[in-house]
């Protein structure tokens, strides 16, 4: 199909592992929009990767950053942006999300998001003693907030990415 006018960019929130990146590209690719990624911008921005800022600079810093970007993001041509798993947490972060987009809840149960995040070390927060109570927590604090976002899709262990673009698009 021919490219779509969005009136408003999609941005997907949600815990690490949900699939935010993976999905908002393959629904960029469907749509013929533009795909926007907050962490891969902090990234290229600072010439660093997201657990060397956390590691030199700090959360506060990098929080500071993700809300810099996502302003910006938002300010451009409307597609689909992919946030970092803390973003929607921050009042500043939702209310720039509800004015510029429609935010979008990838919902992933505890032990998908497990298994697929366990593996990697990419994640700075999840460098603790024990990860899995980390991320539980998270998650668990987290929910209520995600439950705010305008949209959600919930996701099944069966679901390819390509039906999770689907789905939200359906949203
Ligand atoms: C974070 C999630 C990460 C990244 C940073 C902090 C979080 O993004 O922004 O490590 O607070 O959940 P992903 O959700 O893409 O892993």
């Given at each position: 199909?021919?490219?779509?006018?969005?009136?408003?960019?999609?941005?997907?929130v949600g815990m690490m592992g949900a699939g935010k990146t993976a999905v908002g590209k393959a629904l960029a690719v469907a749509l013929h929009v533009p795909f926007l990624d907050s962490d891969a911008e902090i990234e290229r921005a600072a010439n660093m990767s997201i657990a060397e800022?956390?590691?030199?600079?700090?959360?506060?810093?990098?929080?500071?950053?993700?809300?810099?970007?996502?302003?910006?993001?938002?300010?451009?041509?409307?597609?689909?942006l992919s946030t970092g798993g803390g973003a929607f947490l921050a009042q500043r972060n939702?209310?720039?999300?509800?004015?510029?987009?429609?935010?979008?809840?990838?919902?992933?149960?505890?032990?998908?998001?497990?298994?697929?995040?366990?593996?990697?070390?990419?994640?700075?927060?999840?460098?603790?003693?024990?990860?899995?109570?980390?991320?539980?927590?998270?998650?668990d604090a987290r929910v209520p907030v995600y439950e705010q976002a305008d949209l959600s899709v919930e996701a099944r262990a069966d679901y390819t990415i390509e039906t999770m673009a689907g789905k939200v698009l359906e949203a």
């Amino acid at each position: 199909p021919e490219q779509w006018k969005l009136k408003k960019t999609v941005v997907l929130v949600g815990m690490m592992g949900a699939g935010k990146t993976a999905v908002g590209k393959a629904l960029a690719v469907a749509l013929h929009v533009p795909f926007l990624d907050s962490d891969a911008e902090i990234e290229r921005a600072a010439n660093m990767s997201i657990a060397e800022i956390f590691e030199r600079d700090g959360e506060a810093f990098f929080r500071d950053r993700e809300t810099q970007v996502i302003d910006r993001l938002l300010a451009d041509e409307c597609g689909v942006l992919s946030t970092g798993g803390g973003a929607f947490l921050a009042q500043r972060n939702r209310e720039l999300i509800s004015r510029k987009g429609v935010s979008v809840w990838l919902k992933v149960d505890l032990p998908i998001l497990w298994s697929r995040v366990k593996h990697k070390d990419t994640r700075p927060l999840l460098r603790t003693a024990n990860p899995y109570s980390t991320l539980r927590d998270l998650f668990d604090a987290r929910v209520p907030v995600y439950e705010q976002a305008d949209l959600s899709v919930e996701a099944r262990a069966d679901y390819t990415i390509e039906t999770m673009a689907g789905k939200v698009l359906e949203a």
